[in-house]
């Protein structure tokens, strides 16, 4: 297969096991999307395949095992952004984002004309250029993420995994972020997997998607077809209205009036309901 390939990835982090057995693919040129509650292992399962955290399982791209985790040739291969944007020393917007060349210089090499080149671009394309010289510390939620985002992108890296990549962003960056790893996925035929909550936004913008309850992957396929699923209501214990808006698919939660005692949105999970 021309892309990652996950098999049986567990992270036991003491006495828990956070991922379980796990197996996926994400293909070139596409967006794989990874949905689920909280605590389902998504984000520990992102954190894995970067090699943040101690896993078993195997791993490979384009059929090939990735390289052991913490070393260059897995940050030559594996672009990584986190949910957690936290940066405490005073370093500007700009150095942030050439940090993502790192791995591909030599011990002692400085920037390049054209990894210049990559890193400015970078910029431009999420909106970050006027924000170059400012210190990380001092900027907003939404610029923090969108500058985090620029130093991936620096990476040029064939797989690209992204926890929350809109969280923290207006309608307009919101959309300008999915578009850039749409191009990043449709023109540079990259591995985009990305962790989202939003289920109309991942409906619209991943092709693949992956559900997890649990540590477990319940249901993958094709992004209408795991959101269709009856089984959705259950994992997320909550019904949900299905429809389009101006041809968009739209998947949100139905919000119930309390009655009785009264759980309000919330349904019993085990009973599987609607």
């Given amino acids: 297969m021309s892309g990652l390939e996950i098999t049986s990835l567990s992270v036991r982090i003491g006495a828990r096991r956070l991922v379980d057995a796990a197996s996926l693919e994400a293909r070139r040129g596409m967006i794989t999307g990874v949905i689920g509650p909280n605590g389902a292992g998504k984000s520990t399962l992102l954190r894995a395949v970067a090699g943040v955290v101690p896993h078993t399982g195997t791993l490979r791209l384009d059929g090939v095992p990735l390289p052991r985790p913490g070393g260059r040739a897995r940050a030559r291969l594996i672009g990584y952004l986190p949910q957690d944007h936290g940066v405490h020393w005073p370093v500007s917007v700009r150095r942030m984002v050439e940090l993502g060349r790192l791995p591909h210089l030599g011990p002692w090499r400085s920037l390049s004309g054209a990894d210049t080149e990559i890193v400015e671009a ?125 041809a968009m698919p739209v998947v949100t939660p139905v919000i119930r009036p309390p009655s009785g005692g009264g759980g309000g949105g919330w349904i019993d999970r085990d009973a599987g309901g609607a």
């Fill in 122 to 246: 970078a910029l431009a394309r999420t909106d970050s250029a006027g924000l170059a010289d400012a210190a990380v510390p001092t900027l907003s939620g939404g610029e923090r993420a969108r500058a985090m985002l620029a130093r991936v992108l620096a990476t040029r890296t064939p797989v690209l995994l992204a926890d929350e990549p809109a969280a923290a962003l207006d309608p307009a960056h919101q959309v300008g972020v999915m578009t850039v790893l749409r191009e990043e996925a449709d023109t540079n035929q990259r591995v985009i997997v990305v962790v989202l909550h939003d289920l109309s936004l991942a409906a619209r913008v991943c092709d693949r998607l992956v559900l997890m309850e649990a540590g477990r992957v319940i249901r993958a396929g094709a992004a209408e077809t795991v959101l269709g699923a009856t089984d959705l209501e259950r994992v997320y214990g909550v019904a949900f209205s299905r429809g389009h808006v101006d």
